[in-house]
């Protein structure tokens, strides 16, 4: 792990946080749900980026899977039931 | 077989988990009077464990690591005369529930039959957890788990839109006090290297208090001051047990909401105590003002309510603040004082919890101005009622009373004004419960008009959480409430539950002194209604509903108390 | 409160909260800095133990007492949405419509589907080697039997996926959990949740005592309550409707 | 310099700003969206608190045991967090699907009935 290495790293890891930090800001500002469901699945991406430049790869796998693929389809399926309801 | 008592811990919150499990199959195949009988018996079974638990841990605590690991490495349990005493009573209160809730719920279709007993066991599970745990991330996992069960309890009668509403706003202020409680563990963990509190105290010895303790320390109570319901963090609270069903309410009123003081005690007497990060005195100053806060309000708002169910929650909102107070007190007789109050109190508010559940499936209504006389024929049920009234108010020789009158003999020593505190508060709530059964059990006072005043919730037609209320009322739904009542007489004449002076003659007569006020204060409602019928318009147009105030309220909650303790510390 | 009134107390109280924020994490050590005490005596725990993930280690044997709390908290999320999302008796259940689905998609659902199940038996088997585990792989075994509905269409998910089998096997799999902690009875000095059986040498396959046992256990427990807990949600926004809605 | 403290001023900032995105929500499903972002600051602030520069994943392998690694304790505590994180929303998500059935809207301040 030369000092180059952990200075790119650092960099990195400095780059990933910030992004994560905009996409959470886009996310709880986004009002329409389905819109919110799909930068939450990117935010989910960007989170399991980071935790795996944080060398957390168990995390970072239960996060793809969780954040990225169930969460946000459980966002749009609640929606597709409430907007099927308005329609009726 | 005798089990070493260290074995026990770890067990005690194994079995009621996986009867939730076990009653979730084995729901599948029995009938539905099997099931519940077999929920009966886990919760039975955990009753017992925990029993033999709280007589072994007698003055002193079982400590055990789970798992056999050395302290440094694994979760360590710890089970103190007042932790163990808290899973018990939550045991307890869960063995009444499932028998008062026999044949409660109308028939669940065929897969769910063993879904409520098994909500009801896992939530056991969470609570009795959270009691015996000496770990702060442990803690968080039971708390979550704890709450996870009682939103989806809150909300199991799906057809009606107000549990929903409520367990929403339950779900979603109790998560933000969670995650909150996780980001001081988080701190702490960074400062410590610790999770386990014992060791976290012990670490922090000879560190002055920066700001990370003291955000930490702020961040660490916010998830417990939700979950005991402290102002400004109790708005959940109403709307939560208003709508629940009735069983549920009886165990979150009767051990929930208390686990949060307990919570706040663990955390202040274990992590930052012994190191004075907040010295005693700070945290005396602090948590005396927002106990007494939350006890007054508690206490108004309970006065105008007629809707029954929010009239006990609110009940429990202003008890919730007289311990806080007692835990607030910093004094070994105010603790064993307050930790009689809570059992004397469960018992009670469940029975009354209990009671009103039965006018609920009797007459479809819980508001006390309809409900006016109608409840004559519940005999049993009215003395009951009368009897629980009376109990809250603080009335020898019931257990209730006897811990109050030990908090109070303990805060007379530094603090002799919380001593009207307490006699206001139970006057109050004891008053305006004796005023709602003297209305519907014994069609006293004149009978109210019908016209509801605008932004108040009455109560007045709630479906019936039964379909078929033309059977008569099941034994059960009357006899868990006068056993429970009956309890909390018997653990106040012979106080072998806590080490509490017994009756002393100043702890007698305050007793009669707030009974005679709450009596006074009934009879006076009843006889001029339109007199205090006056709803103080701003604490109630404060109970908006709305979950978005209930969260900026809570932020500004987290930004006084860090504020305070800023200066302070 | 009005929203403009919430809105403005909500973001006073934020900047406080963010200025204390602030200042406690100055008084956290660095990021990145070398004082990890628990690390690093889980880490060594972990290398007695023969197990060759650390975290796996932690995760069931050391802290095992958190995972058996947040086993059952997915099985309480798992049968809170049953409850919560059952059939409300005044509402019936749609047969979904049949989709027609181009012959090459169909194709790679089926090709892809064992692909995911199998990568997620690897992820159980090696749980405790390599990064991975039961939670990891029930979920993506779970979100990869619902390729069969975007491969083909509803009712043929419906047909692969048996429910009331799921129901009992997360269940069962909570309940193994709390079971397996029983065997730790077995060893010497027996208490609750101890990896009592023997722990074999390091990165072998059949290391690390009762973790795989445990890994097992949550793959049944989270594959089956996740399948189950998006069967609910799927019925919901598909299938079930009020009784006076016309169909169609 | 910035990088000691970058890590657990963006969890704070998550933390805030999904706060903020729950009190001024318009819509129950955003509001289970944005307690879902406030969730996930835990995740970071734990993680950068176990992280050690220079150190690899805690799997040996094929590291030999001498390699220092970063901390396990955190990333178990991150993976229940998940769990706990995928569990409050499943079940939030489900009272709000009835809730909306049954009251008709998904406005949080639209839904009557519980006050005073």
């Not at chain 2, 499932?98 to 044949?103: F, G, I, V």
């Not at chain 2, 069983?247 to 004075?276: D, K, N, W």
């Not at chain 4, 890590?7 to 933390?15: D, E, K, M, R, V």
């Amino acid at each position: 792990m030369t000092a180059q290495d952990a200075d790119l790293l650092n960099y990195l890891l400095a780059v990933s946080l910030i992004f994560t930090a905009v996409l959470a800001t886009v996310a709880a500002v986004t009002r329409d749900p389905v819109r919110q469901a799909v930068v939450l699945a990117v935010l989910g991406g960007s989170l399991a980026m980071l935790f795996t430049l944080l060398q957390a790869p168990d995390v970072a796998l239960s996060q793809l899977a969780v954040g990225t693929a169930v969460t946000p389809l459980l966002l749009l399926l609640t929606a597709r039931a409430v907007k099927r309801r308005r329609q009726r | 077989m005798s089990l070493p008592a260290e074995q026990l811990p770890p067990l005690a919150v194994a079995v009621p988990l996986l009867g939730a499990a076990v009653v979730l199959v084995a729901g599948r195949w029995l009938p539905r009077a099997g099931s519940d009988a077999f929920a009966l018996g886990w919760a039975g079974l955990t009753a017992g464990v925990l029993g033999v638990l709280w007589h072994r841990a007698g003055d002193g605590a079982v400590r055990t690591v789970v798992g056999g690991w050395e302290p440094g490495v694994g979760i360590t349990l710890h089970a103190d005369r007042l932790g163990a005493g808290l899973a018990l009573l939550a045991a307890v209160l869960v063995v009444a529930v499932l028998a008062y809730s026999w044949r409660y719920f109308d028939e669940p279709p065929r897969e769910h039959t063993g879904a409520f007993p098994a909500l009801v066991l896992l939530f056991e599970g969470g609570m009795v957890g959270f009691a015996l745990t000496g770990d702060l991330f442990n803690a968080f996992v039971f708390f979550e788990l704890m709450g996870v069960a009682a939103y989806a309890l809150t909300g199991y009668r799906i057809e009606d839109p107000r549990p929903l509403h409520g367990a929403l706003t339950f779900g979603v202020i109790n998560s933000i006090g969670g995650y909150a409680t996780l980001l001081g563990i988080g701190l702490i963990y960074g400062r410590t290297g610790e999770l386990g509190m014992a060791r976290v105290g012990v670490r922090l010895a000879g560190e002055q208090a920066d700001a990370l303790l003291v955000c930490a320390f702020v961040l660490l109570l916010t998830g417990m001051l939700v979950k005991a319901a402290a102002v400004p963090f109790h708005f959940w609270l109403p709307d939560a047990h208003a709508v629940a069903p009735t069983p549920v309410c009886m165990l979150l009123s009767g051990v929930m909401v208390e686990l949060g003081v307990y919570g706040t005690y663990r955390i202040q007497h274990t992590v930052f105590e012994p190191a004075a990060i907040v010295p005693a005195s700070v945290f005396r100053d602090i948590f005396l003002v927002l106990g007494v806060l939350t006890a007054l309000l508690g206490a108004v708002m309970c006065w105008q309510q007629r809707h029954l169910k929010r009239l006990l929650a609110y009940s429990t909102v202003a008890h919730t603040g007289l311990f806080l107070t007692g835990v607030a007190l910093v004094s070994r007789d105010a603790l064993s004082g307050t930790a009689l109050y809570i059992a004397g109190h469960a018992a009670v508010k469940a029975a009354l919890f209990g009671l009103v559940g039965v006018l609920l499936d009797r007459h479809g209504s819980v508001d006390e101005h309809r409900l006016h006389g109608r409840g004559r024929g519940l005999r049993t049920a009215g003395a009951a009622f009368a009897c629980g009234g009376l109990a809250l108010a603080g009335m020898p020789p019931f257990a209730a009373g006897l811990g109050k009158a030990a908090a109070e003999h303990a805060a007379g020593v530094h603090h002799p004004w919380v001593i009207a505190v307490y006699v206001a508060v139970s006057a109050l709530t004891g008053g305006a419960v004796l005023r709602a059964g003297l209305r519907v059990f014994y069609g006293a006072g004149p009978r109210p008009e019908l016209r509801p005043p605008p932004d108040e919730m009455t109560g007045s037609h709630e479906p019936p959480e039964i379909k078929e209320p033309v059977r008569g009322i099941p034994p059960t739904m009357t006899g868990v409430p006068v056993a429970l009542v009956a309890a909390c007489l018997v653990a106040g004449l012979l106080p072998y539950a806590a080490p509490v002076p017994g009756w002393t003659p100043a702890g007698v007569l305050l007793g009669l002194l707030s009974t005679t006020l709450a009596a006074a204060s009934a009879t006076a409602a009843l006889r001029w209604p339109a007199a205090s019928s006056h709803v103080i318009r701003p604490p109630a147009r404060l109970h908006s509903g709305r979950v978005g105030d209930y969260v900026a309220w809570l932020t500004a909650g987290m930004a006084v108390l860090t504020v305070v303790l800023a200066v302070r510390v | 409160m009005s929203r403009r009134v919430r809105t403005w107390v909500f973001l006073a109280a934020a900047a406080v909260l963010g200025v204390a924020f602030a200042a406690a994490c100055t008084g956290l050590p660095d990021f990145g800095g070398e004082r990890h005490p628990y690390g690093d005596r889980a880490a060594a725990a972990a290398l007695r133990q023969q197990i060759a993930n650390a975290v796996a280690s932690v995760t069931f044997d050391q802290r095992g007492f958190d995972t058996l709390g947040e086993e059952l908290m997915l099985f309480g999320a798992v049968l809170g949405t049953i409850v919560l999302l059952r059939r409300a008796p005044d509402e019936r259940r749609v047969r979904p419509p049949r989709v027609r689905v181009l012959p090459s998609t169909r194709a790679y659902g089926t090709v892809l589907l064992p692909v995911v199940l199998l990568t997620a038996a690897y992820l159980v088997a090696h749980g405790h080697l390599t990064p991975g585990g039961g939670f990891q792989a029930g979920v993506i075994a779970a979100s990869g039997v619902h390729l069969a509905y975007l491969a083909a269409d509803y009712r043929v998910l419906e047909r692969i996926r048996p429910t009331a089998a799921l129901d009992v096997t997360h269940a069962a799999g909570a309940a193994a959990y709390a079971a397996l902690g029983f065997a730790g009875f077995a060893a010497a000095a027996g208490t609750y949740l101890r990896n009592a059986a023997p722990h074999g040498t390091l990165r072998e396959l059949a290391s690390g005592g009762l973790v795989p046992a445990f890994n097992t256990a949550v793959f049944a427990a989270v594959g089956a309550g996740v399948v189950v807990l998006l069967a609910h949600f799927l019925d919901q926004a598909l299938e079930i409707e009020s009784a006076e809605e016309r169909s169609g | 310099m910035i990088m000691d403290v970058l890590p657990y001023l963006t969890a704070g900032w998550i933390f805030l700003v999904g706060l903020y995105g729950v009190v001024t929500s318009s819509d129950l499903i955003h509001t289970v969206g944005s307690l879902a972002v406030t969730q996930s600051s835990t995740y970071v602030l734990l993680l950068a608190i176990g992280y050690r520069e220079g150190g690899t994943a805690p799997v040996y392998g094929d590291t030999s045991a001498r390699t220092p690694v970063v901390d396990p304790v955190v990333q178990a505590m991150a993976l229940t967090d998940v769990v706990v994180g995928a569990t409050v929303t499943a079940l939030l998500l489900a009272l709000v699907l009835q809730a909306a059935k049954r009251h008709g809207t998904t406005d949080p301040d639209q839904l009557t009935g519980l006050r005073g």
